[in-house]
């Protein structure tokens, strides 16, 4: 992703509309716009490597090129930079689950994307995965944080009601998506910590037979010749 996308991207997602009328105060602010997400990018990078732990002021300013302090007149405190990474990671991770749901084209499909969309190959590996242990470690004790998890809880709850409503009671549901967030978990927290690391192959198997069984072979019938546009 070029800067000029991300920075749009950035804008968009924390509800940056107010347009500017000064041609200086225009320049000046996209300048403000670009070290901000250039601050949130070092801090994903270091997020990736170390986990939250690792992140401080100081590191935070070194991977991004800039002077220490600059960052507390772009942000209030280190912490809103955290959760404004945090925040736009995980965005990023939903957003992906999105692009595979545009592309189902039966109920089954709509499910199995979601499936997809959580094990992505290129981010299922140990660095990215005990980051967000690190944070998930993180939200049991932080409430800005357990806001963010939640959120994710609640897409991944929308997402699924979608592809098994009405076909399912919302009690049903929420019971089927209990086990496969937990499954989720599981092997994200596997991957990060395990020797016997497990791949996103593995991982993606596991879950869709875990569905294929929680559902019943009636019902993964049904969902593969339902199509969206038609259900």
Same mark, same amino acid.
């Given at each position: 992703?070029?800067?000029?996308?991300?920075?749009?991207a950035?804008?968009?997602?924390?509800?940056y509309?107010?347009?500017m009328?000064a041609?200086?105060?225009?320049?000046?602010?996209r300048?403000?716009d670009? &070290?901000?997400v *250039? /601050?949130?990018?070092?801090a994903? @990078?270091i997020?990736?490597?170390?986990g939250?732990k690792g =992140?401080?002021?100081?590191?935070?300013?070194?991977?991004?090129?800039m002077?220490?302090?600059?960052?507390?007149?772009?942000?209030?405190d280190?912490?809103?930079v955290?959760?404004?990474?945090?925040?736009?990671?995980?965005?990023?991770?939903?957003?992906?689950?999105?692009i595979?749901?545009r592309?189902?084209?039966?109920?089954?499909?709509?499910?199995?994307?979601?499936?997809?969309?959580?094990?992505?190959?290129e981010?299922?590996e140990?660095n990215?995965?005990?980051?967000?242990?690190?944070?998930?470690?993180?939200?049991a004790?932080?409430?800005?944080?357990? &806001?963010?998890? *939640? /959120?994710?809880y609640?897409?991944? @709850?929308?997402?699924?009601?979608?592809?098994l409503s009405? =076909?399912w009671?919302?009690e049903?549901?929420?019971?089927?998506?209990?086990?496969?967030?937990?499954?989720?978990?599981g092997?994200?927290?596997?991957?990060?910590?395990?020797?016997?690391?497990i791949?996103?192959?593995e991982?993606?198997?596991?879950?869709?037979?875990?569905?294929?069984k929680?559902?019943?072979?009636?019902?993964?019938?049904?969902l593969?010749?339902?199509?969206?546009?038609?259900?």
């Amino acid at each position: 992703m070029t800067i000029q996308k991300f920075v749009r991207a950035y804008k968009i997602f924390v509800g940056y509309t107010k347009p500017m009328t000064a041609k200086a105060k225009k320049q000046r602010t996209r300048i403000e716009d670009i &070290r901000r997400v *250039e /601050l949130i990018e070092a801090a994903h @990078r270091i997020f990736l490597r170390d986990g939250l732990k690792g =992140l401080t002021t100081t590191r935070i300013c070194h991977e991004a090129g800039m002077s220490q302090g600059i960052l507390t007149y772009y942000f209030k405190d280190k912490d809103q930079v955290l959760f404004e990474m945090v925040r736009y990671a995980n965005r990023v991770l939903m957003d992906a689950v999105v692009i595979n749901l545009r592309q189902a084209e039966t109920r089954w499909d709509r499910l199995t994307a979601i499936v997809d969309g959580n094990f992505p190959e290129e981010k299922f590996e140990r660095n990215t995965a005990n980051a967000w242990v690190s944070f998930y470690a993180e939200a049991a004790h932080n409430p800005r944080y357990a &806001r963010l998890q *939640e /959120l994710f809880y609640k897409r991944l @709850r929308s997402n699924i009601g979608s592809a098994l409503s009405p =076909l399912w009671s919302r009690e049903e549901i929420d019971h089927f998506v209990r086990g496969f967030a937990a499954m989720l978990d599981g092997f994200w927290l596997r991957r990060g910590h395990s020797d016997d690391a497990i791949s996103h192959l593995e991982a993606r198997a596991l879950l869709v037979e875990y569905s294929e069984k929680m559902l019943g072979a009636a019902m993964v019938s049904k969902l593969k010749r339902l199509q969206l546009q038609a259900a």
